[in-house]
Each structure stands twice: as structure tokens, then as C-alpha cells.
């Protein structure tokens, strides 16, 4: 095991793997399972609200957002929180998915340049 510094452009990777007791090798695991899981779920949001299923996606960025917060992917955690606040507040969501959509596809391609499979 390294034990470089991790450095993953717009990622807190000190305070996140302070959170994780500094075990690195689960943190990259998690980021891998991250960029895995997390990468489609605005397309999941886009197809729950097109359906009508306004829970289904306040869910899943209520998961994204808590998923990329203890990761320290804090800009996806806080984009998703304004997303999900939009949700439920009636506003500009579509607007709020654009964004998150860009900066999820930034961090998803970050994690898997610096922790290739």
C-alpha cells in the first residue's frame, strides 16, 4: 500500500479519508464503486420525473448527495442538494440536473483517471 498523498482534482481526499480512519484502500474502493454507481444517476432522475415519480428521483439524489459528501466529492454533494431542494420546492430542476450532470461527468472522470480498475 502507498502511502502517497491521494490527490483527485475537485475531490477532498484528506478530509474524506480522515472520515475513513485513513484505510485508503477501502476509500479507493469506494470512489470505484462511486464513479460506478452514482455516474447514471442524473439519467435516473431525467426517467423518474418523466414517469411522474417525483420520490424515486428525490431519492436518488438524496443519495448521490449523501454518497458524494462522505467521499469528499463536496461540489456533486452540494449540486444534488440544490437539485433535490428544487424538487421539492418547485423550482428550475432541469437547470440544477445540467449542472450536476456536467460536474458528476467531471468527478466520474477524475476518480477513474487517477484510480484506473
Do not use: W
Request: net charge neutral; proline share 1%; aromatic share 2%.
Amino acid at each position: 500500500m502507498t502511502h502517497d498523498a491521494l490527490t483527485i482534482e475537485g475531490i477532498d481526499t484528506a478530509g474524506a479519508l480522515k472520515r475513513l480512519g485513513n484505510k485508503r484502500e477501502r476509500y479507493e474502493a469506494l470512489l470505484r464503486k462511486f464513479a460506478e454507481k452514482q455516474s447514471g444517476s442524473v439519467v435516473t432522475v431525467r426517467t423518474a420525473l418523466a414517469a411522474g415519480d417525483r420520490a424515486t428521483a428525490e431519492r436518488e439524489l438524496h443519495s448521490l448527495r449523501g454518497a458524494a459528501g462522505s467521499l469528499g466529492v463536496i461540489a456533486i454533494a452540494e449540486t444534488a442538494g440544490e437539485c433535490e431542494h428544487a424538487l421539492r420546492e418547485g423550482g428550475d430542476v432541469e437547470s440544477s440536473l445540467k449542472t450536476l450532470e456536467k460536474s458528476l461527468a467531471a468527478s466520474v472522470a477524475a476518480i477513474r483517471s487517477t484510480l484506473p480498475d
